[in-house]
């Protein structure tokens, strides 16, 4: 068909679109809708234009585009910076992208010098751009709140690390263990977690601009020289893959999922902790809501909810791991739906990251309700077997041993720590060997404190251990 039987009607919204050159019928409105990505990618508006005035200074600096077309392309893009801040920016959905909405505000502006802008480059390398931009900016958040999430848990765990709580296996009482020492899991977690992100900004920080649509251009651009403009640390080095690479959204996810997955595991111990049968601890009233109907009720939706958005994140790895399986070199459609998942799992993490700081400032520790769980527990059972053991009876027996006397307690309701020595040799009695190790200094074994102080080695759960550990995680965050 030659260009004279094009229909009388624009695509709707219009202008012609950049590439419409070569087609005889407009879109469909239902087909411009699906293949747009204004609705969603505006919020890489920034980056966008970041990209763009590093590429015209390049442009500029080769002698591919005047000195005056550079001014030109700086003023325009300043303008429209203000409207897009200002909410004045006219986003239209039959221009489709970011990209191709920016280049036109900018061609109205200034005309022609608009027009040159997009020499030597091409969307594809530009969105790959302008997406690593955004994530960089979005890693670099989320380890500042990593790092105030960190601050928060270790300035409660500094006000326990002498508050003595039941440690679980299977949910069932363990071994007594501070509650400051529980928090220290989940810093390690948490510095896991900066640490994975630290490590995905190092592969995502290289700039695929000057790859163009997949082959590279026949300018003669100056790569690095935009690279230092963006801060990226280097090139991507192959055209092919700078295009379609989407590796670091995936590793982003993934890094992202893995700590919402220590969120979520941190919400479920303060949903348990917080009811009422436990009742360790109290959450302010502002994590909490109440029930239209039970007046009684004082739910803790925001765990629940950070334990159901994990979900959320999840969904957005699997997403994107799908949607890169089957795609052959280099850029296809398909990559523009790399967006919406990446930006919801980015800002799942980081308001989740923001609420929890806070939250973690608020809980009200009940250090009588975990000193009452740990009496019920039998929980310094391991320590009179490894009382036994210290003198002389191998552990095998001294496991029996201790078994038999819980099972004496457990008959008459009461703790270990309630029995008299002569009751305790009673009640170990058919192993042999076993009354005879016990003395008087037994009692103190049985403590909880004696208990705690006795795991006393990095990384044990000894009040001076917990203390150590407390400073040292703080020099980690400087
Ligand atoms: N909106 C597109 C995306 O998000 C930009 C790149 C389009 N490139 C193309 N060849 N159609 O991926």
Redesign the pocket.
């Known amino acids: 068909m030659s260009k004279s039987d094009k229909p009388a009607e624009e695509p709707a919204g219009s202008a012609a679109s950049a590439w419409s050159g070569r087609f005889s019928e407009p879109v469909a409105e239902l087909v411009q809708r699906y293949t747009a ?1 204004v609705q969603f ?1 505006q919020r890489m508006a920034e980056q966008d234009i970041r990209g763009s005035l590093a590429h015209a200074r390049m442009l500029a600096r080769v002698g591919v585009i005047s000195q005056d077309d550079l001014a030109d392309i700086e003023r325009g893009m300043g303008e429209i910076l203000d409207e897009i801040r200002g909410g004045r920016f006219e986003w239209r959905i039959d221009l ?2 970011v ?1 191709m909405n920016i280049e036109r505000r900018l061609t109205e502006q200034i005309g022609d010098a608009g027009k040159r802008l997009h020499t030597g480059r ?3 390398d530009q ?1 790959a751009t302008d997406i690593r931009l955004w994530l960089r900016d979005a890693i670099d958040d989320a380890l500042q709140l990593l790092r105030g999430f960190q601050l928060a848990l270790l300035e409660l765990a500094d006000q326990h690390v002498e508050t003595a709580m039941p440690g679980f296996t299977h949910l069932q009482v363990a071994q007594p263990v501070t509650f400051g020492h529980h928090l220290l899991a989940y810093v390690e977690m948490a510095r896991r977690d900066a640490e994975r992100l630290a490590d995905c900004r190092k592969r995502l920080n290289r700039l695929p601009l000057g790859a163009a649509a997949l082959a590279g251009t026949t300018y003669p651009i100056d790569r690095p020289y935009v690279a230092e403009q963006l801060s990226f640390d280097e090139v991507c080095e192959n055209s092919l893959d700078a295009v379609s690479d989407r590796d670091f959204a995936i590793e982003f996810c993934a890094a992202a999922a893995i700590a919402m997955t220590h969120l979520s595991r941190l919400s479920e111990e303060l949903i348990i902790w917080m009811s009422p049968r436990v009742g360790f601890i109290d959450l302010a009233d502002r994590f909490c809501t109440g029930s239209s109907i039970m007046p009684q009720k004082k739910n803790p939706d925001v765990p629940e909810l950070v334990r159901g958005k994990t979900g959320r994140v999840n969904g957005s790895l699997i997403s994107l791991l799908t949607l890169m399986k089957g795609q052959p070199l280099a ?1 296809n ?1 398909d ?2 739906e790399d ?1 919406e998942p990446l930006f919801d799992a980015a800002d799942t993490l980081l308001d989740t990251l923001r609420i929890y700081t806070d939250m973690v400032s608020g809980i009200r520790v009940k250090p009588e309700a975990m000193r009452a769980a740990l009496r019920q527990g039998y929980a310094t059972a391991t320590d009179l077997a490894d009382y036994l053991v210290k003198r002389g009876l191998p552990f095998r027996d001294a496991h029996e041993a201790v078994a038999l006397a819980v099972r004496t307690a457990e008959q008459r309701g009461c703790d270990l720590a309630d029995f008299s020595l002569d009751e305790l040799r009673a009640a170990m009695a058919e192993v042999k060997g076993a009354a005879d190790k016990l003395d008087a200094d037994v009692a103190a074994a049985l403590t909880v404190e004696g208990s705690l102080a006795a795991r006393n080695h990095i990384g044990g759960t000894a009040p001076e251990q917990v203390r150590a550990a407390i400073g040292r995680a703080r020099a980690r965050l400087g």
Request: hydrophobic letters at 5%.
């Open positions: 990505s990618d489709e992208d990209h091409s969307r594809n969105v850029y459609k990559n523009q967006k």
